[in-house]
């Protein structure tokens, strides 16, 4: 009897066991890639390889869900306007957890697989009827929005599409011309977003949740009222290695931002314009916007922008942190001050950071042109090594203020090999003899793998240079005028800032970083003989003592 009750416990043990196993194991989802291809040769279109793939991205929307990957090859795809009584509602929509991949050579090459996203063009677009020129034409009939993103609750992707011909211009829909995001999560790499029009949000429209971009370009967007590159409320933006450029709406004609975080780290905001609508106000924040937001802009370049107010960045309420970042050449038409900065309300904190070049109303030239603080409200600038237009001593006052200074930040080639301001040739690097060099906060000290806005190392020499950009010249020990030879030129730089002490002052920290050989805290006899060495050994001929390492 034992041995017979045992042997049915047992196999209720075996059956319990399974049932629980069996619960406890959810099944992975089942993520499939399709394939688009407008010009597959078929004769199936099922989405199952290159030559079979669907002809329009929107037929492949139909049977692809959840954690699906599609990919698209080079062409021009329109969505479907099938079954709508407003064929302009005609839109992409990502769903949660989806990706989408542009830029695949397709059916037809050698290699269909191979993706250039830059080569093999795949532009989403809301010119449904084909009869748009670039920028101009008839887009009354285009799309309302070319691409949507809502309820994703699992992170969305885009990677490697244009944007383009949306028209969000309407009573009922009137944002979001290029992709209108709502609820979720969303990805955008390797993105062009251009020539879309909306009343906010030309280019991109975010309500609510976050929205994370690397390596794309917004530009050439237009909103009537806010955000004409990106309009954002109640959100989280984080941008890397980007550019919004030439944009423009009423108020933040590069990008408007009503509540929430940004994180702007490498990014171009270039060209934008904030301007008046007729009978209107004047406009607000020629390249950023920001109200009520925490932001954060590190190695970034801000630079052309034009507002009535605030022609780079206008802030009203909260907190900006700036750093290496250079801002330059902004302009502010209606208002004598914030060509570069206009702070309404909140805090700034500016740290290793460029203000050169901007202006106000009538070319002013006031320390406020730069950055302003008295919009009304409460507002506190905090400064920290800046070489900023017009600075003098007496705003050493405020808080943490220490290291700053005005000085021709001498550019690389400010003006291009075009000689004309505003053009993508205009380089902002630091040249040789920039006093930029080795000038930024001795007690900010980079972390390892931290890079500039060209992805150099951040540090090259004994401190961070000031400015967006890292000199990448390593100058040969004692050339001190940075003309590639040791000469007594270079003696008389040395007897300039002798006797600097490290830690007397900002200036002495900066000469002995250059001048103390001998890494003693001072500029002083000690250092002589390595000099002498280095001036004796240049002065001989290569092959005759003298050596190729400097």
Known sequence: MVGLRGYFLSIACVMLASQVSS????????????????????????????????????????????????????????????????????????????????????????RPEVRDVDLYKTLLSGDLNGDDDLFFGDNSDNSYNVVTAKAALETATIDGFSVAHGNARSPGINSGAGIFFRTGSLNINHCDIYDNHANDGGGIYILGQSINITNTHIHDNTADYGGGGLDCFGCSITLVDSEISYNAAKNGGGMRLVVGSLSLERVIIRGN??????????????????????????????????????????????????????????????????GGISIQSGTVDLTNSILWGNRGGLGTTLITTQIDWGGGGSSIVAYSHNDIELWNTSLERFQGNVGNFAAD????????????????????????????????DPMLVSPIGATDFDGNARTVGCRTDIGAYESTKINIDNDYDSDDQITLADYAKLQLFWGAIAGASNEADAYTCVFDTSSDGAVNLADLPNFVEKLEDFSQPVGHGRSFAY
């Open 23 to 110: 619960a406890q194991i959810t099944p992975e989802p089942l993520c499939v890639i399709y394939y688009v291809d407008q010009n597959a040769t078929g004769p199936v279109h099922d989405g199952s390889s290159w030559c079979s793939a669907f002809l329009g991205l929107s037929d492949a929307l139909l049977v692809a869900g959840g954690c699906d990957t599609i990919r698209v090859a080079d062409g021009v795809y329109t969505p479907s306007t099938q079954g709508l009584d407003d064929p302009r509602d005609a839109t992409f929509q990502i769903l949660s957890g989806m990706t989408w991949e542009g830029g695949y050579q397709g059916c037809g090459a050698y």
């Open 273 to 338: 314009r904030a301007s008046e609508l007729p009978g209107g106000n004047a406009g607000v924040g020629g390249g950023l916007f920001l109200f009520n937001v925490t932001a954060t802009i590190n190695n970034s370049l801000l630079v052309d922008n034009r507002a009535a107010h605030g022609g780079a960045v206008f802030l009203s309420d909260h907190h900006i942190d700036v750093s290496n970042s250079t801002i330059v050449r902004n302009f502010a038409s209606n208002s004598r001050v914030g």
């Open 409 to 440: 930040p001498l550019f690389a080639d400010e003006y291009g090999a075009d000689n004309i301001p505003g053009n993508s040739d205009d380089d902002f690097r630091l040249s040789s003899s920039s006093p930029c060099i080795n000038r930024g």
